[in-house]
């Protein structure tokens, strides 16, 4: 089963940044398709906040338009989440995704094929 470990959340005041990552445990030797990253705020939905496909094509919720960026470093099996000019409202617990290798979808169809998920890293926004 792959498992997939964040890291990079913490506690920062409004307009601060943060720096999101997700690889895969145990040195899985395969590249990823599609990896999206989710949050999910308490008594609230989750939600999908940015997504990533195999060509580099990106998505992003409106609500983090042009204050996040998603990336992804092939060659470390890495994920990134660049979140500048936080607010109160991005406070979440953030969550990483990943579809199958042997699944291709570009990057507007990734969210039904996410099938390994990460166990979550805490984003706190203090006003």
């Known amino acids: 089963q792959v498992q997939l470990v964040e890291s990079g959340g913490g506690s920062v005041e409004a307009g601060g940044s943060l720096r999101l990552s997700c690889a895969a445990a145990n040195g899985y030797p395969y590249s990823f398709g599609c990896m999206g990253w989710y949050r999910q705020a308490p008594g609230k939905e989750r939600e999908g906040v940015a997504a990533i496909d195999s060509t580099g094509r990106t998505s992003y919720t409106d609500s983090v338009k042009g204050r996040f960026t998603i990336s992804k470093d092939n060659a470390k099996g890495t994920l990134y989440l660049q979140m500048n000019s936080l607010k109160p409202e991005d406070t979440a617990m953030y969550y990483c995704?990943?579809?199958?290798?042997?699944?291709?979808?570009?990057?507007?169809?990734?969210?039904?094929?996410?099938?390994?998920w990460g166990q979550g890293t805490q984003v706190t926004v203090s006003s």
């Open positions: 995704a990943a579809v199958d290798p042997a699944i291709v979808v570009v990057v507007t169809a990734c969210g039904p094929h996410f099938g390994y």
